[in-house]
């Protein structure tokens, strides 16, 4: 977000150009803001008012709502006032904010002005003001003098020293959210059987993000997907710099063999640059970091040389630009630094941060709900009722869409009962951009959440050729996709993490992803049969090779717990005796811990 200030004395006419500022700059496409400082004597609230009793009785905020607009009041009960900058934190994101008063703060300012007022210009003192708006022609101010009345002309001025283009981006601060097409996940006619590569295929075809975008401050954007693709504001390094601490001097000014350069008075560090310029056959002391002054082109180390008393003595044979780090010898100025789709790691806040880019236009993060659905489910420690099972899907679920960069939603559980499930999802479609489901996606009586998918919005059944796992739901309700995941544990975590976790990449923003499995030899043998992918809980041993959990029943949830990752077995039949290579996938491939 940008931030441009108006000021000006009292009948300076600051409100007047804000209000047309207002006006002009989002008739231009651009979402504004405004923050008002008021005098302390102007109160929001009013006596009598139900806010104004919730207030003095001794609410921490209070917030006032209707259907025209809301307004949050924050009492400072004798804190201290709340700074501009963390007033801006919690308004929403717009490409510019607007503020009026807060003169003292250093945001860049344009200074409203009018004779009549009779006062002196804050600019002539003031270096935060940027430009005068004045009804005359005031002498000897260091900034450009623009016509008051000439709002278009100072919305100009405003827009190019915000570094905003003259036109809206392409992709607004705020972009709505797309719908993906209602048959998305349809299956051609007469498919049995569907091999999974083929059903991966296809949903990578189907997918796309549904989120919108934002632009947010680029050091709270780590796992965040890039929606835009951002351009180095300026070079790294900005300028050329020391690479050691030692000696600058201008290469060309001496000759071969033994020198001897006397010293300038003074010296260049990182952050304190040497003010002047070194004359040829002089030299600098210099430190790692520093800008290269006028006059040096080449840096002798600091052990290569013997210091005496204001000079240096060295070996020449250096070569020009020894030791010294070109401007932008690693990232130009307008460089394109990711793609869009990338999603934002560690250390690449580090080279946002480094290229000058405080912001950054990112999907806004995908909201998964996760919803348990069957009669027979409980929350652990509610019931020891034997007829019961405990709720073991939602939190995997839950911890995965977390794991994942999502933000998860607790739908909680559902019983099989279609009024109760319709509720639910109807409520859902508010709240989240995608729903996880478990249990209920088969074809039975008590299969509920395929049921009402069928019959109220959209399904297709994917029957996938694949162990552990039976059938997908694949649907959407009111537009929001449904993924409809077996509700065997084991079977719910592959589903999820070989289908849902790539699907749910595209859908917020990101890429499809494909984890890399390495190939290890087995510890184990198995007479794997003909026409599906296997998927078995493995873990590495210490000898490096690969185990499998000792039973694949689908109801063991221990063994996902003892794994560390899964084996992939392919389509095809396979004898797999100890020490056959087999694919294995960590669980780091497909989330994170
Ligand atoms: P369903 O797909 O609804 O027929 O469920 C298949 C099996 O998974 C049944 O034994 C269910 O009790 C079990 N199951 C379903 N949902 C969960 C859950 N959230 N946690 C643990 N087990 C579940
Ligand atoms: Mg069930």
Same mark, same amino acid.
């Given at each position: ?13 600051k409100?007047?150009? #804000? $209000? ?31 806010s ?8 921490? $905020? ?10 949050? #009041?924050?009492?400072?009960?004798? +804190? ?13 994101? =717009?490409?510019? @904010? ?14 409203? /002005?009018?004779t ?15 430009? @005068? ?27 190019s ?69 951002? $351009? ?17 001097f ?86 394109? &630094? ?15 941060a ?5 912001e =950054?236009?990112?999907?806004?993060? &995908? ?8 009669? $027979? ?14 709720? +073991?899907?939602r ?24 009024? +109760?499930?319709?509720?639910? &999802? ?21 299969? /509920? ?30 537009n ?13 975590l @592959?589903?999820?993490l070989?289908?849902a ?93």
């Amino acid at each position: 977000m940008k931030v441009f200030g108006v000021v000006g004395w009292k009948n300076s006419g600051k409100t007047g150009l #804000m $209000e047309r500022l207002v006006a002009e700059i989002s008739g231009r496409g651009f979402t504004v803001s405004t923050v008002k400082h008021a005098h302390h004597n102007v109160d929001v609230d009013q006596p009598g008012k139900d806010s104004y009793r919730h207030r003095e009785a001794g609410a921490v $905020e209070v917030v006032l709502a209707s259907r025209k607009r809301w307004a949050m #009041m924050h009492e400072h009960r004798g +804190a201290p006032e709340t700074e501009l900058e963390e007033l801006l934190t919690k308004m929403a994101p =717009v490409n510019l @904010v607007l503020v009026e008063g807060y003169k003292r703060h250093n945001h860049p300012k344009v200074e409203a /002005h009018r004779t009549e007022t009779g006062k002196d210009l804050l600019a002539r003192e003031d270096r935060t003001v940027r430009a @005068v708006a004045s009804n005359a022609q005031p002498d000897g101010l260091p900034v450009p003098v623009l016509n008051l009345d000439d709002t278009s002309g100072i919305a100009d001025f405003i827009l190019s020293e915000t570094g905003l283009s003259d036109t809206p981006s392409a992709t607004p601060d705020i972009a709505p959210p797309k719908r993906l097409k209602n048959d998305c996940f349809a299956l051609p006619p007469g498919v049995n059987w569907t091999p999974v590569d083929d059903a991966l295929d296809r949903l990578r075809d189907s997918l796309a993000p549904v989120v919108g975008t934002e632009v947010i401050p680029s050091h709270t954007a780590l796992g965040r997907v890039l929606a835009a693709a951002p $351009e180095a504001a300026r070079a790294n390094p900005p300028a050329p710099n020391s690479a050691v601490d030692g000696y600058g001097f201008s290469h060309a000014s001496i000759g071969s063999g033994a020198q001897t350069l006397p010293l300038v008075n003074g010296r260049a560090a990182a952050g304190a640059p040497f003010k002047g310029s070194v004359p040829d056959g002089m030299a600098i002391r210099i430190l790692t970091g520093a800008v290269i002054p006028p006059g040096v082109d080449t840096v002798v180390l600091e052990e290569d040389v013997t210091l005496g008393e204001g000079h240096i003595a060295f070996d020449a044979g250096l070569k020009p630009g020894a030791n010294t780090r070109r401007a932008g010898e690693d990232v130009d100025a307008g460089t394109e &630094l990711f793609e869009p789709g990338h999603r934002l790691r560690a250390p690449d806040l580090a080279l946002l941060a480094a290229t000058g880019l405080a912001e =950054v236009s990112v999907y806004r993060t &995908l909201r998964i709900g996760v919803l348990s659905t069957g009669d $027979e489910l409980a929350a652990p420690g509610s019931t020891m009722d034997l007829g019961r099972t405990y709720d +073991a899907n939602r939190p995997m679920l839950l911890a995965l869409a977390a794991g994942w960069h999502a933000q998860p939603v607790d739908l909680g559980h559902a019983p099989d009962d279609r009024d +109760a499930l319709r509720k639910i &999802l109807d409520r859902a479609v508010d709240e989240v951009d995608i729903i996880l489901t478990s249990g209920g996606a088969s074809a039975g009586d008590e299969d /509920h959440m395929s049921a009402i998918l069928q019959d109220e919005g959209s399904l297709a059944a994917w029957r996938i050729a694949l162990k552990p796992g039976r059938p997908l739901a694949l649907g959407q309700w009111q537009n929001v996709p449904v993924f409809g995941l077996p509700g065997n544990p084991v079977a719910a975590l @592959v589903c999820a993490l070989i289908f849902a976790r790539p699907a749910v990449s595209v859908l917020g923003g990101g890429r499809w992803l494909t984890p890399t499995a390495t190939t290890l030899p087995a510890a184990f043998g198995k007479a794997k049969k003909a026409g599906r992918r296997e998927f078995l809980r493995a873990r590495r041993t210490e000898t490096g090779e690969v185990d499998v959990f000792k039973s694949e029943g689908s109801g063991r949830i221990s063994g996902l717990s003892w794994a560390d990752g899964l084996v992939e077995l392919p389509d095809p039949a396979q004898d797999i005796v100890p020490g056959t290579s087999v694919n294995f996938i960590p669980y780091t491939e497909l989330f994170s811990l």
